[in-house]
């Protein structure tokens, strides 16, 4: 669906375990096209002409669930960057349900098959990602993070602006 005003849906995830990532993106993200932090993206374009109604749906399938426990459980090399892999069924079962909730809205990308992952590096020449995702799979240990609700924002054709966090029912 075309949107003057695209909306993007976020994971929650705990400062202190996002922490490490966002160093890892500050360090090897050009600093040009750094508009954010690390983050983990569920859906890139939702209509923004329905804020309140995206609004409603995150709301109601929050509601529904508690934290979750994630595994970061290796790296993926994007050709023009570098990411952490993410493994959580029930990170996956949150974005089946609002992938049902969003049908209606979603574009080409959102359709896709989602990966979870957290971007550390992108827009990068590919032999910058190949010495990045080296240096990173040789240190490579596997770690969790928890996720605790999930974000809304709004596109401003580079940087983001928060509309609403949403908290999953209980959070650590």
Known sequence: MKTSEPLIVTAQILEQDLQPFDTLRKQYFPADKNFL?????LFH?????????VQHRLTQVASE??????????LRHLG???????SSDQLQQVHASLKLLFRPWLGGQDMQKW???ITVQNKVAKPAADALYKDLDQSFQKSSL???????WRYLGGP????????????P
């Open 65 to 74: 669930h508690s934290a979750i426990r994630a595994e970061i459980v290796g």
């Open 45 to 53: 374009r939702l209509p923004g002409e329905y804020i309140g109604e």
């Open 146 to 152: 928890c996720v605790t609700g999930l974000d809304l």
């Open 37 to 41: 932090r690390a983050h983990v993206t």
């Open 160 to 171: 983001w602006q928060h509309c609403l966090s949403v908290p999953f029912t209980t959070s």
């Open 115 to 117: 990966q979870p992952h």
């Open 80 to 86: 023009a960057g570098v990411a952490f892999t993410i």
